[in-house]
Structure formats: structure tokens, C-alpha cells
């Protein structure tokens, strides 16, 4: 059975582009694959956080993992910072990296760009990231056209690594959906939907009510023609509108098409909005029942100890191919 491997941020709650772009396929996955589904706190600090809010994001995130269907008996979920391996491999990715290539990650440029102070972080987490992957002989890695770039510079440090050292690094795959793995912000679609966009309404988060959800779907962008059509060029809005609705609903895009080809935009954003609403009610009645649980952290301290096992055999094979420690 191959293995794959997936890590969340947890700055602030997910959104509805998070559930549809990677959670909703994880829980599909886990049926082929032996996954491990981490929270990555560690990347999280590249970028000032509260303490308290941080710790309370790692716990909301934790329960939203279950509470879409990740089940822990088939998967191995767990917190990035109680598996020691993570950081100490990453300094030793970092080791194998040049400072060009890492400055080249378009993240980097964003995040970094007109500030004065940026944190070293921030540059170096690439090399972190690929030590989440390498430690668990990942053979595929899901993820958004986003983090595309990032997936091929950790495929560029295994070779590296087993090229120079000794061949122990698996070579993971890139693996992203062909559809809705790029959910597009209400009020700007030409733009990702992101948790950290300042503005409320061009996101759907994970946690909203009906009523914020009916509200946000009501007011998203669309245009002027009143057409429900799929054309991402020419009408982003709608098309965007579109995808949600199919991937909640299961109905094709063009079965949409046909059945509010007369409706114009009002009925199709109502209809929409009940799609969402019925994907996430469930998913927020189990995320309440497990949040402040005692069976939540059970999970999360049997996936520690399963990801450690794991993780700390990797780590001594890299630690004796680049003659770290003594050899015993």
C-alpha cells in the first residue's frame, strides 16, 4: 500500500475551499493509501502568532480532521511539534539546500515583499516541509496548484540527498485534483479563497451558520448577463459558483447548467448556498461533539506515537548516511 502524506496550517479555521481543494479527497484516499495527516504548527511560526490563539487553532483543526471523516484507525493523524524527527530533519534538508532556489519560491516573494523585516523562517521552511514528506517514504503528496513549486523542490532534495549520500530517500509524486482544487474568493474569483484574506465575505469558513453562509453566497460576485454558464475566463464568478455547488451536490456542471438555464442569478445562488449548507452541518454538529473531548486527545496521542515510530527510523537512516552522531 503507498503511502501518502499531508500537512494543514493551523492559522485560523478552514475554509469551504480547504474542505472541497483537500479534506473531502483525504477522507476518499484513506481508503487506498496509508496516509498521515499532520498539523503543522511548526510552519505556522514562520509568521507571528498568539500563543493562545495558536493553541486553540491546533485543537479547532484536530477536531475538523475527524469531524469530516479522517478516520484514526486507518490514518495517522498527529501534531507536527510532538514528533521531534520533523525538526531535525528539516535542519538537515536545510543543510542540502541552496540559498537561490529557496529565494526563488514564489511564497517567499510574496510574504516577503515591501517589508522590512522578514523572518529567516520564511525562506527556510521549503526545506521543513520536505522533511514532513520525507520522514514517512511518502510515495504521493495531494495538494493545490499552490504548493506545486514547493513539492518539486522536495523532490529535487531527496535526489539530492540519496545522489550525494546514500539512496534512502522515496521520490514522492505531486498529486492534484483536477477539479476544485483551486476554490476561488466571493469577491475577488480571480484570487484563491484563503482564511487569511482581511475580508469575512470572500470566504466560507468551515464553522459559518446557515445564515452567514446563505449571506456570502448571495452577495458573491458574479456579472451582469444573468447567465448561468461555465466560462472561467469570461465569467469567473459564476464559474466559480459552479464548481462549489457541484463538488457539494454531486451533480455535474453541466447538469447545473441545464437545470438553472432559465432561473437567473437569484434561485442558482439560493440553491448554492443550500448545497453548502448541507455538506457542512454535519461536519460542524461532529466538530462540537469532539472539540473539548477526551477522545480527541486519545487520538491525537496514539497518532503521535504511531508518526514517532515512524519518523525516528527515517531520521537515523539520514542521520548515518551524513555521519551524524556515532555509529552504533
Known sequence: MKTIFSGIQPSGTLTLGNYLGAMKNFVELQEDYNCFFCIVDQHAITVPQDRLELRKNIRSLSALYLAVGINPEKSTLFIQSEVPAHAQLGWMMQCVSYIGELERMTQFKDKSDGKEAVSSALLTYPPLMAADILLYNTDVVPVGEDQKQHLELTRNLAERFNNKFNNIFTIPEVKIAKVGARIMSLTDPTKKMSKSNPNPKSYISMLDDEKQITKKIKSAVTDSDNEVKYDQEKKPGVSNLLTI??????????????????????????????????????????????????????????????????????????EKAMGLGRNR
Open 245 to 318: 455547488y457541484s463538488l457539494c451536490s454531486g451533480k455535474t456542471i453541466k447538469e447545473i447548467e441545464e437545470e438553472h438555464k432559465n432561473n437567473g442569478y437569484g434561485p442558482f445562488k439560493e440553491a448554492v448556498a443550500e448545497s453548502v449548507v448541507s455538506v457542512l452541518k454535519p461536519i460542524q454538529t461532529k466538530y462540537d461533539e469532539l472539540l473539548n473531548s477526551t477522545e480527541l486527545d486519545d487520538h491525537l496521542d496514539r497518532g503521535a506515537e504511531r508518526a514517532n515510530k515512524s519518523a525516528f527510523k527515517m531520521l537515523k537512516k539520514a
